[in-house]
């Protein structure tokens, strides 16, 4: 880990978690300002894919609080 990194990411350990969710969600959807039509695609492909299975009942479903509440136990 670069030391710019390992400075950042302390940092960021030392915000609320509202904090945290919120630099995390912003580093994400930076990550869709630099995709090109082949990574465009290929998301395309994996929500086509999601959706299918949803469909047929093949998708194992967690509800979000769940979600939630397994990501603020890592946190801590």
Same mark, same amino acid.
């Not at 930076?30 to 395309?44: K, L, N, R, T, Y």
């Given at each position: 880990? %670069?030391?710019? #990194?390992?400075? #950042? %990411?302390?940092? /960021?350990?030392?915000? /609320? #978690?509202?904090?945290?969710?919120? #630099?995390?969600?912003?580093?994400?959807? %930076? $990550? =869709?300002?630099? %995709? =090109?039509?082949?990574?465009?695609?290929?998301?395309?492909?994996?929500?086509? !894919?999601? !959706?299918?299975?949803?469909?047929? =009942?093949?998708?194992?479903?967690?509800?979000?609080?769940?979600? $939630?509440?397994? /990501?603020?136990?890592?946190?801590?």
């Amino acid at each position: 880990m %670069s030391a710019l #990194l390992d400075e #950042l %990411s302390r940092k /960021a350990k030392n915000l /609320a #978690l509202e904090e945290r969710a919120q #630099l995390a969600q912003e580093l994400i959807e %930076s $990550f =869709g300002q630099e %995709s =090109g039509p082949e990574v465009d695609a290929a998301w395309e492909t994996e929500l086509a !894919s999601r !959706s299918a299975k949803y469909e047929r =009942g093949e998708a194992k479903l967690v509800p979000a609080a769940e979600v $939630f509440e397994a /990501a603020r136990r890592l946190t801590q």
